[in-house]
């Protein structure tokens, strides 16, 4: 999908159709009002004022007649500049563009408005030359928005639409928007029994429903078995911290915006942890180490809480409170690279598993002239940024560098996965750490007995539970592959009365072989049944009638496939559990 505010000329057509709209608007609702109608990623709105009169969804087509109608006069867009005295007295009835203008910088002597036949607004530009050239747009939808995006301010109403030059451009836009409703992981969520919020928990605080503990308890086992094979050792800590905790690990100083506020207990001051490094800090330090005891790997799966503001919490993908797959490496600077290698090696691991193909890896590095953002040892940045250059290189994966874009405690790895609608998301990240091991005075024996500080390894591979599973959800459309899926196996009897007993028989052979599956035993309609079954997007139903029956035979579909297949119920067990034990794709049936 095309970035309207990167594209000059598709910025301009857009914001040109924002005041089309506000012009149909006006035609239609005298009394309207108008806020600002600025150009966004893809496309453009305006917040309107109609003095308690609501725009509704159906009312939208109408506004489209009215701004066609606008667009056939053709009326030429004018630009007119008026001092500000000026423009006071123009829009004198209007509190919004009064506001607009006494907020305008001093030095702004001159105004610009724009004048399209009977309407005129106020805008920098710049704009088409006719309303003629605003030919092919779309209104998409109308919510409710806050003056200013303050609370305590008026409720305007905020009407969302794109403009494109030619029709083709924009049927394939609209089809993209389609495209991403259908793989809006909160309808997915929602159609699927994996989540759920609600107001009296909170916002950004989701509810995992039984589907979804099922799916984030596939995804720990997944992980953690990785994790143990590669000599991690996972640990539970509290999630929350004492505020001298934080001010310790410097969080308090540098994040401390992002956490929630703290709270008194007896005589201690605690917050909900933000991240679990400064825990795992301690884990460390609760024992003496050698050089030979390095690397020490410590994993958890860990609860945390970070303020997100309420406009940008979004179903699983941007939460108050998430889980991350976390873990703390503490090395030695000559073991640096080969942990980092490996680090890299389990992400594409985890990638190639999941069948996730198109992503990047951005090396963000340290901007040398800036001696105020970084910890300040030449030595340890140029030998680390360099060493991590040659694992990339030696693994042959594509990267790019990103110079000042580091951590102030050192140099970061990021993944960034294009996902199959919208922009890149980053799930997997490595950082270096040269600085929080000094912060808590953390130590090993080197061979020649002098007491030397580890460097850390700040890595998760997932990202958070919450938006790996937001991202999986859309990339598949919530059809999971069979071993994450939460129900594996619908089995469907033809008639309940002749085949009950011998789906119940299925059924608790597949159970026996650690399956996941249901009987559909309602009396229903074999057709309704199997609907029901893809609705659900469960990966295999059976159908089990008087052949199967008298056969001792299974029939499967496969979801989103057409053909059913015949087998004995001993091929049927071998083959769903090698799909399920070699965690097959469901493009690889």
Known sequence: ?????????????????????????????????????????????????????????????????????????????????????????????????????????????????????????????????????LKHFKLLKVSGAYWKGDAKNKMLQRIYGVCYENEEDLEEHLKLIEEAKQRDHRKIGKDLDIFMSHDLVGKGMPLWLPNGALIRKQLENYIYEKERKLGYHHVYTPCVGTVDLYKTSGHWDHYKENMFPSMKVDEEEFVLRPMNCPHHMLV?????????????????????????????VKGLERVRCMCQNDAHLFVTPEQIGEEFKKVVSLILDVYHDFGLENYSFRLSLRDKEDKEKYFDDDKMWDEAENKLREVLNELGVDYFEAVGEAAFYGPKLDVEVKPAVGPEVTLSTCQLDFLLPRRFDLSYIDKDGSRQVPVVLHRAIFGTFDRFTAFILEETKGSLPSWLAPVQVNVIPVNNEYHLDYASEIKELLENEGIRVEVDGRNEKLGYKMRESTIRKIPFSLILGNSERDNQTISYRIYGREETTTVSKEEFIKYIKEVVDTKKLNRDL
């Open 1 to 133: 999908m095309i970035n309207m505010k990167e594209n000059e000329k598709l910025s301009i057509l857009n914001h040109s159709c924002a005041h089309l709209l506000a012009q149909a608007v006006k035609h239609l609702y005298p009394q309207a009002k108008f806020w600002v109608g600025p150009v966004i990623e893809d496309g453009f709105y305006y917040d309107i004022d109609l003095d308690g009169e609501v725009i509704k969804e159906e009312d939208l087509a109408v506004i489209e007649k009215e701004m066609k109608k606008c667009a056939k006069d053709g009326k030429r867009i004018i630009r007119e500049e008026i001092s500000k005295k000026d423009a006071l007295e123009k829009f004198k009835d209007d509190p919004y563009k009064i506001d607009l203008i006494n907020r305008m910088d001093e030095s702004e002597t001159i105004i610009s408005c724009y004048t399209q036949g009977d309407f005129t607004d106020l805008c920098r530009g710049p704009h088409v030359e006719t309303t003629k050239e």
């Open 284 to 312: 460390y330090g609760n024992s003496l180490h050698s050089y030979r005891d390095l690397p020490i790997r410590i994993g958890e799966f860990a609860t945390d809480f970070r303020y997100e503001a309420s406009g940008a």
